[in-house]
């Protein structure tokens, strides 16, 4: 990576001009004071100079502004830490014939959203033949023999079926994240797996499209995915655990 | 004005086939009732609060009574006679003394047989008739209110959803909303609320991205809107859900407290929430017998299977889930101006004219249903973290529910993909309905539709599919077809499901003071 490209800035129209919109809404009564007290606020998060380019009131004792200006702050693209893909992105022919090939049997898959939980179309792009941005779910794949429990599914119930079924791995979704509902939610299935079965435990897979990949080792999986995952990147990330020897 | 030009004697065959359809499922409800059936009827009868010393928290009274009566003696007969012999035999002078009892071990419930049967059956009906003179009072309270402060000044009525979790919060949200120039709000109800086999007690303040509907909670927010409503000049109307295990006694929660509207599908709960389809059917039609004596509007939720079924392909079961609402809420009472049926915008906006059939659809639905104040639902599936253009969609959607007479218009939040709404999100969607509305005007006088044109063609196209869909299901059965995932793409047997060991089949002696009392609407 070249040194000035190591530096950046937001761009506006102009190259380092660092120009970027916010909007929010200040607890204060719409006027002079309001539009002040959001250009303190814009000033402290590094804008300067701010704009505040618009207000108006919501109901009496709101204002909402629209703020435009230039950041001081500067991104080190060599600091930015993100989950990359270490493992390739394989085709579902590459999938069956590595499966196996390292497997010699079909690798089974729980997947299941739980808690009270009733979001099943993300799980369901995942897994259902039909599949996600046009490529085919885990049912398509040959060598896969996946388990779709839906939704509203119990941790116990989890556990019980992973075990019945000898699941690899086990994909779980969590869409509702009010009162962090998906980060409690996941940390309780990790533990009841880990109690129930040690390291015999399957593989374990969150995903949904709040979640942070870079969240695994808090919600004590083995991998996150967030929005916008295809289930050709699971399938991949699967056969790279049975190649680490990560599944049982 | 017609402008679909639609065969009046294909609208006929669609509408009978639908009533052939409902026929079985609405004799099936009729000899059965459920739990909640007959907490609901305690209720009416005039139980309340909650065991607040139960170890699994608070309990209400009515699950107590109602789950005792059952391991006594059953419930084929109905709880109101062995609750009310109970009453007399311990000389008890309430229902909740009776509960008390009940909780203490002290009550033994037996089925009563001749002069006893009739005297309890007797008490039990005065007792849910005051009940009910509760709800008639109430309905009676809403029309003078609507005479003297006024309806909304024009169509569609503005509909907004509230739904931070904790009540207080609410009711700042909702009047700010009101103020803002909202017509109705809604409480969105808890995560999780919908499998709950009891109705929480009191004032809630720990909602999962809604908040809990209980009685205080209502009470709570219904004199707010009162108030508020006096501020703004118009009537301001309150909704929240009649669905999942306790719909009834939701219902009779919402009678006695002066809800206007509530969201209460047929098939919405067996098949976003899994819950067991013959309690969902004899559940909702108590519940609406209930709606139908209250006066409130019912709100269908047909948009929801264009979240999980694509809305080009499956825009024909739209249109048949709206025609068994209609049939199963004219059977329960409820009258064309009760019917708010749903339908939503949710055609990928990436597919070309995907506005025009997003106006096909919903100049059908409007032609279908001449009478029925229809709820208009704003896109969901397709919005995005892409907010801004969430706002353009939102406001195409907004145009088509000028132009096409919808009743009920949900407001579309620019944020649906990221958060429940943040009060300036609220604010926004607003402006942009406004915008909408008044820039639009009275265009649908000079929207006039190509006779064979694109708009008319699909309108007629989806007619077609879905009376051959409903051919389909008279041929195999409703349950049968809700089982092959024929709505929304959820496949759902009738004997599997959560709540079904809360059905019993009536016995011959069954008595419920309250089914009689709606049944013949006095
Ligand atoms: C469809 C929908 C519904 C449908 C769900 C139908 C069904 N059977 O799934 C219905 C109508 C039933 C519904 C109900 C509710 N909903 Co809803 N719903 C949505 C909606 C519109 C779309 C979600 C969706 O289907 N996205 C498409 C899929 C493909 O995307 P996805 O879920 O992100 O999945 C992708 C990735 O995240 C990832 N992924 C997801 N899971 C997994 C799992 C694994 C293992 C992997 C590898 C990957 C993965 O891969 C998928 C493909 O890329 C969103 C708003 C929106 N536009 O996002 C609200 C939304 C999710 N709902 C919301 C809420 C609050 C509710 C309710 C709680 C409302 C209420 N109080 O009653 C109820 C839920 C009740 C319950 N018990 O859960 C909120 C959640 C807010 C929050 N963050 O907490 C949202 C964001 C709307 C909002 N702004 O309020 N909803």
Redesign the interface.
């Known amino acids: 990576m070249s040194q000035d490209k190591r530096y950046v800035r937001p761009y506006g129209d102009t190259t380092g001009d660092g120009m970027v919109q916010m909007?929010?809404?200040l607890p204060v009564p719409h006027g002079p004071r309001a539009e002040g007290a959001a250009q303190q606020l814009a000033n402290k998060m590094g804008m300067d100079p701010a704009m505040v380019v618009h207000s108006h009131a919501?109901?009496a004792d709101?204002t909402?502004v629209v703020v435009y200006g230039s950041v001081q702050h500067l991104v080190d693209l060599e600091q930015v830490r993100v989950v990359e893909r270490e493992y390739p992105l394989l085709s579902p022919y590459e999938v069956n014939s590595e499966l196996k090939e390292s497997l010699g049997r079909k690798l089974v898959v729980v997947g299941a959203c739980i808690?009270?939980?009733?979001h099943?179309?993300g799980i369901?792009a995942i897994l259902n033949i039909k599949g996600f941005a046009g490529e085919k779910g885990l049912e398509y794949y040959r060598e896969l023999k996946v388990i779709n429990m839906?939704?509203?599914v119990s941790v116990p119930e989890l556990v019980k079926r992973a075990r019945t079924e000898k699941a690899d791995a086990v994909l779980v979704s969590q869409v509702?994240t009010?009162?962090d509902?998906h980060i409690l939610n996941t940390q309780e299935m990790s533990a009841a797996f880990r109690e129930a079965m040690g390291d015999r435990r399957p593989t374990l897979v969150a995903g949904g499209?709040r979640f942070d990949p870079l969240m695994a080792g808090d919600l004590g999986v083995d991998r996150v995915f967030g929005?916008g995952t295809t289930p050709g990147e699971v399938a991949s990330f699967l056969v790279h655990t049975v190649k680490k020897g990560v599944a049982a | 004005m017609a402008l679909l030009d639609l065969d009046g004697e294909v609208v006929g065959r669609a509408r009978a086939l639908a009533a052939r359809a409902a026929e079985p499922v609405i004799t099936l409800a009729r000899a059965h009732t459920t739990v909640a059936v007959e907490r609901a009827t305690l209720r009416l009868a005039g139980i309340t609060g909650a065991d607040t010393t139960h170890r699994a928290g608070d309990v209400p009274w009515v699950n107590r009574v109602v789950d005792t009566i059952r391991e006594h003696c059953g419930l084929e007969h109905g709880a109101v006679l062995p609750a009310f012999h109970a009453l007399r035999e311990h000389d008890l002078g309430s229902l909740t003394e009776l509960a008390e009892a009940t909780a203490a071990g002290q009550v033994r419930f037996t089925v009563p047989t001749g002069k006893q049967a009739e005297r309890a059956g007797r008490a039990a009906r005065t007792a849910v008739a005051k009940g009910l003179r509760t709800v008639d009072r109430n309905r009676g309270q809403r029309d003078k209110l609507v005479a003297r402060l006024g309806d909304p000044a024009r169509r569609p009525w503005i509909y907004l959803i509230v739904a931070t979790g904790d009540i207080d919060e609410d009711v700042v949200q909702a009047c700010n909303a009101a103020r803002a120039g909202a017509d109705v709000i809604a409480v969105i109800r808890s995560t999780g609320q919908s499998l709950l086999d009891y109705v929480p007690e009191g004032a809630t303040h720990h909602g999962f991205a809604g908040t809990y509907a209980t009685q205080e909670n209502f009470r709570i927010m219904r004199a707010a809107l009162d108030e508020v409503s006096k501020e703004v000049g118009r009537y301001v109307r309150l909704t929240n859900y009649a669905s999942g295990l306790c719909m009834p006694e939701i219902a009779v929660l919402a009678g006695l407290e002066r809800l206007d509207m509530m969201l209460n599908d047929s098939m919405y709960g067996i098949l976003f929430r899994d819950i067991n389809p013959i309690r969902t059917f004899v559940d909702q039609r108590f519940s609406r017998q209930v709606h139908a004596r209250a006066g409130i509007i019912i709100n269908t939720g047909e948009d929801n299977y264009l979240t999980t079924a694509d809305a080009v392909e499956a825009a024909h079961t739209v249109t048949v889930s709206q025609l068994l609402n209609e049939r199963f809420a004219h059977e329960a009472g409820l009258p064309d101006e009760l019917l708010g049926l749903g339908h939503a915008f949710e055609i990928n906006p990436d597919l070309a004219d995907s506005f025009r059939m997003e106006l096909a659809h919903a100049l059908l639905a409007r032609e279908l249903f001449p009478d029925a104040p229809l709820k208009w639902m704003p896109p969901t599936k397709h919005m995005t973290g892409d907010v801004f253009k969430g706002y353009l969609l939102d406001g195409f959607f907004n145009l088509v529910g000028a132009l096409t007479g919808q009743g009920i218009l949900l407001v579309g939040m620019m944020t649906e993909a990221v958060v429940t709404p943040f009060l300036s999100d609220r604010d926004l969607a607003l402006a942009n309905v406004r915008y909408v509305l008044n820039a639009a005007g009275n265009l649908h006088e000079d929207f006039r539709p190509a006779p064979d044109g694109f708009i008319v063609k699909r309108a007629h196209q989806v007619l077609g599919e879905a009376v051959d869909l409903l051919e389909r299901i008279c041929r195999d059965g409703l349950l049968t077809a809700i089982a092959e995932g024929t709505f929304g793409l959820m496949k759902r047997p009738p004997d599997a499901g959560k709540g079904a060991d809360g059905v019993v089949e009536k016995a011959d002696g069954y008595v419920n003071p309250a089914s009689e009392l709606l049944e013949a609407g006095q």
């Open positions: 909007s929010f809404t919501i109901g709101f909402f808690g009270t939980d009733a099943t179309v369901d839906g939704a509203q509702v009010q009162r509902a499209p929005r």
